[in-house]
């Protein structure tokens, strides 16, 4: 493991401090040999100078370890937020992409439901023209009833089956536009609340 190195900044600073600190007993102290007491000052002098530029260096190398790991920090957030706009960009163009969607079927609903109106309405009126049809038949059938038609009776016979099967197939068409036309109304709504959703 090697040892974190100190900043140019805080060498120069320890260099300056330890260069004033060995010109001062020089300038202070009178000419001759130095006292013990002045040399023990200048231990303390320099233990304490000592002291201090391992403590200002300690300071700073928390402080660095602290602005690095802020760094850090800030680089996970910025990170995370534009992980969470992404996700946000994507449910936006989704929900649109459905909102899209959804209108796009809401006008399909809404022209299979004039088709479907159109369709009833025509049923509608082939019912009643198979009504009006039924009654001249039973009309011509009593007027008929009594009279011998021969090969005409046979005739009529078929006729009078064929009006019939007509008339099941158009109720059973109209009974099958009805049912698509409440399954219609009944996807709208669905699609209604989906769309309030």
């Not at 016979?157 to 099967?165: G, N, S, V, Y």
Request: glycine letters at 8%; hydrophobic letters at 40%; charged letters at 20%.
């Amino acid at each position: 493991m090697t040892a974190p190195r100190a900043s140019p900044t805080m060498a120069v600073l320890s260099m300056c401090l330890l260069c004033a600190l060995a010109f001062v007993p020089t300038l202070a102290a009178p000419v001759g040999d130095p006292t013990p007491a002045q040399q023990e000052e200048l231990t303390l002098l320099f233990h304490g100078a000592l002291q201090l530029g391992q403590a200002l260096n300690g300071v700073y190398r928390a402080t660095e370890t602290r602005l690095r790991e802020a760094s850090h920090s800030l680089g996970l957030y910025g990170q995370t937020l534009g992980f969470l706009g992404q996700e946000l960009s994507h449910g936006r163009d989704a929900a649109l992409k459905l909102r899209t969607n959804l209108l796009e079927m809401q006008v399909e609903e809404d022209i299979l439901k004039l088709q479907a109106e159109a369709t009833a309405e025509m049923l509608g009126e082939v019912a009643q023209g198979q009504l009006v049809l039924r009654e001249t038949m039973q009309r011509l059938e009593t007027q008929l009833r009594g009279a011998w038609l021969g090969p005409a009776n046979q005739e009529f016979e078929a006729l009078k089956a064929r009006a019939d099967k007509q008339s099941h197939v158009i109720w059973a068409l109209t009974g099958h536009v009805q049912r698509q036309k409440q399954e219609m109304e009944a996807q709208q709504r669905r699609l209604r609340q989906i769309q309030e959703r």
